[in-house]
């Protein structure tokens, strides 16, 4: 079945400091290719996403782009700060199912 | 602004006692989800409802039960909660196809 692979956390990173949580999955067909975001105590919240190959999502500074060859998803943001650090979800989607798949979560901290 | 609310933020409920979680959209999206998230996990699908038509994730366990009265409303009922229920539930709506999933804030359930 499909799934997504995030890479391990927790993640540490002093402020202004280069993110990369890497992102990748295994589907049949073209799914759509998701971020969430889950800060302390709250639900999640769509960061960005992409629907098909060579996409870039982009919000609030953070980036992906959807790469088919090496089926990744990778997030990117060039100067974190304090208010990123959060719980960071890899997700994907099949057009015609419901379902949403999920990563295992990378963990941020950004200290200041 | 449409959103999908969640209520209450924190339940609090004894050991056995039913109990009943609350979810409502304004968004007039097709399908709605209940998700269980245990800490440091990532979210894991109970059940949705395309319409009014029930789906149960094979591994949802017999405990766990949901209504959805009209397209506005979903409830989640845990018949006899065991400590092991103790977690976030999250409540999800999408316009279907895979499609503009919207996540609630979640309530936190904790069982005594």
């Known amino acids: 079945g499909d799934s997504v692979t995030q890479m391990e956390g927790p993640v540490t990173l002093s402020e202004e400091a280069f993110l990369t949580i890497n992102c990748t999955y295994t589907a049949t067909g073209y799914p759509s290719l998701f971020w969430y975001v889950q800060y302390p105590g709250e639900g999640l919240q769509l960061l960005l996403k992409?629907?098909?190959?060579?996409d870039k999502g982009s919000n609030k500074g953070f980036e992906a782009t959807y790469r088919k060859e090496t089926t990744s998803f990778h997030l990117e943001k060039g100067s974190v700060q304090v208010s990123d650090s959060a719980v960071y979800f890899c997700a994907l989607s099949q057009g015609g199912s419901e379902k949403l798949v999920f990563g295992k979560g990378t963990k941020l901290t950004v200290n200041p | 602004d449409a959103m999908v609310i969640q209520n209450p933020r924190y339940q609090v409920t004894q050991f056995g006692k039913p109990v009943t979680l609350s979810c409502s959209q304004t968004l007039n999206h097709n399908v709605m989800y209940w998700y269980q998230q245990k800490s440091s996990q990532a979210p894991k699908l109970l059940f949705h409802y395309y319409d009014k038509d029930f789906n149960n994730e094979a591994d949802t366990p017999d405990n766990f039960q949901s209504r959805r009265p009209n397209t506005s409303f979903c409830f989640l009922d845990i018949r006899s909660p065991g400590l092991g229920d103790a977690a976030m539930y999250l409540c999800?709506?999408?316009?279907?196809?895979?499609?503009?999933?919207?996540f609630g804030s979640g309530t936190r359930l904790t069982v005594v």
């Open positions: 999800a709506t999408s316009i279907g196809g895979g499609y503009g999933y919207t």
């Open positions: 992409a629907t098909k190959a060579d």
